[in-house]
């Protein structure tokens, strides 16, 4: 189950992506074996994140 810190963080995330830099979000999902959760944004699908267990938010491919 996600933790405080973690749905802060995708919700920090998802708020910024939709109404500051004004990009859709596509794909949103729960990694169960990885515990992680991973949003794919972007008018172009550029933009990643992953937001590990830590509640930490990473940009970089693991």
Known sequence: MPTAKRLESLYRICYQL??????????FVLIVELKTFYV?????EEIEFQIV???EFSNEPS
């Open 18 to 27: 939709t109404y500051t830099m004004l990009q859709p979000i596509h794909f």
């Open 40 to 44: 794919l944004a972007g008018y172009r």
């Open 53 to 55: 267990p830590t509640g």
